[in-house]
Structure formats: structure tokens, C-alpha cells
């Protein structure tokens, strides 16, 4: 397990390396495309639960990969890392749905 989790990092590294990226925009593309992924795979509208429960999921397991394999000397600095990633993840996703679920229109043809 522990050698997938360590692959998991690397790639993750790889990608931010690959893109010229920040990890705080990763995370926020990386949500956006769970989302409408699994909302298309599912054949689901963004204002359902199921694909902000996706994120939410996934989310949370690659924060625990983070904690599990990098452990940092303060834990309360991580811990703080961790939940600002969480919630930068999860802000776009959020607002997404909201506005589906409020105003369906602006998800729709006119």
C-alpha cells in the first residue's frame, strides 16, 4: 500500500512539475473535472449530490495520502496545509452546485 500511495505522490509532483503549475490551482482543476466527470458518467446534473460527494471523497483520500506518507515535524501546520487544501478543493465544486440547484437555468439551453 504504501508504494502506491508513495506512486500517488510522485505523480502528483510529476504533474506539478509537467504544468508549470501551482498545487492550489491542481487542486482546484482536479475538482472541476471530477465533478463534471462523474456527473457525465453518471448522467447526473451538476446540482446532484453524487458528484460533489465525488470530490468530496476524493479529496479526502488524497489528503490522507499526504498526511500518511509525508508526516511533518508540526502537526498542527499540517493539519492547517491539509484543511486549506480541503477547502480550495472543494470551494469551486460547491459554488457549482449551489448554482445548479438555485438556478438551474444558468446550467441549461435557452
Not at 493539519?79 to 470551494?91: G, Q, R, Y
Request: hydrophobic share 55%; proline share 4%; net charge neutral.
Amino acid at each position: 500500500m504504501i508504494d502506491t500511495l508513495m506512486q500517488w505522490i510522485e505523480a502528483k509532483r510529476d504533474l506539478v512539475a509537467l504544468t508549470g503549475l501551482d498545487r492550489d490551482a491542481l487542486h482546484i482543476y482536479a475538482a472541476v473535472a471530477v465533478q463534471a466527470g462523474t456527473a457525465a458518467a453518471l448522467r447526473r446534473r451538476f446540482g446532484d449530490w453524487l458528484p460533489l460527494m465525488a470530490v468530496a471523497g476524493l479529496a479526502l483520500l488524497n489528503e490522507a495520502a499526504d498526511v500518511y506518507v509525508d508526516v511533518w515535524p508540526d502537526h498542527a501546520l499540517q493539519a492547517s496545509k491539509s484543511i486549506h487544501d480541503l477547502v480550495n478543493t472543494m470551494f469551486l465544486p460547491t459554488i457549482i452546485f449551489v448554482l445548479s440547484r438555485c438556478r438551474p437555468s444558468y446550467f441549461t439551453r435557452t
